[in-house]
């Protein structure tokens, strides 16, 4: 390892089709969402849950993380029901430890085929990371070297997940903190890769370029020039904390606790004038503001998207509601 490191309904994307999965039997790239809008949409959180259900707001979607609804009933399955007969769902898993060493948990897997059934969500997605190891889980997403052995290793629990799902899943490109000296390939070609070998799509999280290029000391616009956009189906964008490693140098954590950075908008900008709209959602996992608050900072996509073609779109500062 090397590198300082620290302890509007109607909108489309012209000229491309997301039949379905891909593989085996599948089509590719992209994958079957009717009802996912090229919209904005957020992060569904449980203390904003009244007040959704009561304002019904303006917005394309809402995503949850799947392993907070593996549970089989409760409050948050009614709340969460309830939401899902008035908008579109997305299904974001955060466990499943699509880069560990060991097999795919078949429990885990079940519990995803389950929830997939019970909600149907337009899509699924999952993290370019390992979490288990040994029986062991970790409260994170941890990074995954780029060699071949990791690739057929990656590509191999994918298409177990899909064969299980029945269903295409987006993979999602990591925040890092490290790199490692036994890596083969660049981060996009690993990605692309992995999409071309299974029929999986990609989720495009912009905040994590901007964090790994800081701390990597790379291009964040050279790095999304060069990114595979036709394979993209949902981008997020969301908050991170900086702080300084143990050299002094800049050291950007993905932390998903305050607004979008403006530099993070701009580079939101400019993927889309390459790929045009697409899903995108607001990410604020912790220190979670008043709904008032999250709902803002979906309107400032949401408006970058709905201008986009006509090429009036405004800093997302100044953005109105669309």
């Not at 390892?1 to 790239?29: L, Y």
């Not at 050291?251 to 950075?261: C, Q």
Request: charged share 20%.
């Amino acid at each position: 390892m090397t590198g300082p490191r620290p302890s509007r309904p109607g909108m489309s994307r012209p000229g491309m089709s997301r039949p379905g999965m891909s593989r085996p039997g599948m089509s590719r790239p992209g994958m079957s969402r009717p009802d996912i809008p090229c919209r904005a949409g957020s992060g569904l959180k449980a203390a904003h849950s009244g007040a959704i259900l009561e304002q019904r707001p303006d917005l394309g979607w809402f995503e949850v993380h799947a392993e907070n609804y593996m549970g089989a009933g409760g409050a948050p399955h009614r709340h969460l029901e309830e939401i899902r007969r008035n908008y579109p769902l997305s299904l974001h898993g955060v466990g499943l430890s699509i880069g560990g060493h060991g097999p795919l948990d078949k429990d885990h897997l079940a519990r995803l085929k389950a929830l997939n059934a019970r909600y149907e969500p337009g899509l699924f997605s999952e993290h370019l990371a390992w979490s288990s190891h040994d029986g062991l889980y970790f409260n994170d997403l941890l990074p995954v070297p780029y060699t071949q052995e990791a690739l057929q290793r990656c590509a191999d629990h994918i298409d177990q997940l899909h064969e299980t799902l029945g269903r295409q899943m987006l993979l999602e490109n990591p925040a890092t903190y490290i790199t490692f000296d036994d890596s083969s390939m660049s981060e996009i070609a690993f990605l692309q890769s992995l999409a071309t070998r299974t029929g999986c799509g990609l989720l495009l999280d912009v905040n994590n370029v901007f964090v790994s290029a800081t701390n990597h000391g790379y291009s964040p616009e050279d790095y999304l020039d060069a990114f595979p956009v036709t394979l993209v189906g949902e981008i997020h964008l969301a908050g991170h904390a900086r702080d300084l490693d143990d050299e002094g140098a800049p050291l950007l954590i993905d932390s998903h606790d305050r607004p979008v950075d403006d530099p993070v908008w701009t580079l939101f900008r400019r993927v889309i004038r390459r790929s045009g709209p697409l899903p995108t959602l607001i990410e604020w996992d912790n220190d979670v503001p008043e709904w008032s608050v999250l709902h803002a900072e979906v309107r400032k996509a949401e408006h970058l998207l709905a201008n986009l073609l006509t090429h009036t779109d405004q800093e997302p500062g100044h953005a109105t509601a669309p």
